[in-house]
C-alpha cells in the first residue's frame, strides 16, 4: 500500500510533518499544491496520482473512523466501481454530530443533489470513499468542480458511466477547527451542483 497526502496549499506544519515521515517510509509520499484551489481539485490530483489498485480518499482529520476500510476493500473487490461512505446509512453511528447549522446545510445540499443527481444516494459529502483504479484516473480525468459539489460529479459520473456504486455504513465525528466559510461554500456549492446538473444532462 502506499499513504498518499495532498497538501492543497495549507499553511499548518503539514508539508513538512509528512515530508518527515516520508524521510523514514517510502509508502509515504507528498503531493504538495502551491495554492487551495479547493477540496475537488485536490481529490482530482489525489486520483491522478494514486497508484493502487483500489483507490481510498479521506479526510486528513480521519472524521471517519478507519475500521471501515476493510468493508470498503471487499466492496471494491466484490465488483463495486465506487463506494461511498453512507453517514445516513441505518448501520452508521455518528459519534459526534456537526453544529447543527452545518448539519442543515448538508442535509439541504443532499435534498437538492438527490433531485438533481441520483436519488439513490443518501450521502454526498461523506469524506470516504473508495474506487477501483480505472474509477479512479477517469474521474481524474473528466472531473471540473473545484469545490464541495466534487462529490454530486461523482455521483453523476456513476450514473452517466453506468458504473456499480455501492455505499458502506461508517462511525464518523464531526472534528472542530473547520476553516470553511459557510456563506461562500453554500454559494459555490449551490452554481457548482447546477453545473454539475447540467452537464449530467
Not at 476493510?70 to 466492496?75: A, F, G, H, I, Q
Not at 454526498?124 to 480505472?134: E, H, I, N, V
Not at 459555490?188 to 444532462?201: G, K, P, Q
Request: charged share 25%.
Amino acid at each position: 500500500f502506499e499513504i498518499l497526502v495532498v497538501d492543497d496549499g495549507s499553511i499548518d506544519r503539514t508539508t513538512e510533518l509528512v515530508l518527515a515521515l516520508a524521510r523514514g517510509d517510502r509508502r509515504i509520499r507528498l503531493l504538495w499544491m502551491n495554492q487551495n484551489f479547493g477540496k475537488g481539485a485536490a481529490l482530482r490530483a489525489g486520483l491522478g496520482a494514486a497508484h493502487g489498485r483500489y483507490v481510498l480518499t479521506m479526510d486528513a482529520d480521519l472524521s471517519t473512523d478507519l475500521e471501515v476500510l476493510p468493508r470498503v476493500l471487499d466492496e471494491l473487490r466484490g465488483g463495486a466501481d465506487v463506494v461511498f461512505g453512507d453517514r445516513r446509512h441505518p448501520r452508521s453511528h455518528l459519534c459526534a454530530r456537526q453544529p447543527v447549522l452545518r448539519e442543515w446545510l448538508g442535509r439541504a445540499f443532499t435534498l437538492l443533489a438527490r433531485g438533481c443527481i441520483d436519488p439513490r444516494v443518501r450521502d454526498f459529502t461523506c469524506d470516504l470513499k473508495g474506487y477501483r483504479r480505472r474509477a479512479a484516473r477517469s474521474i481524474a480525468a473528466r472531473s471540473q468542480i473545484n469545490g464541495w459539489a466534487h462529490d454530486a460529479e461523482i455521483a453523476a459520473l456513476c450514473a452517466v458511466l453506468r458504473w456499480n456504486r455501492s455505499s458502506v455504513p461508517v462511525a464518523w465525528s464531526h472534528v472542530a477547527g473547520s476553516r470553511v466559510r459557510l456563506g461562500r461554500a453554500c454559494v459555490t456549492s449551490l452554481m457548482e451542483l447546477l453545473w454539475v446538473a447540467f452537464r449530467r444532462w
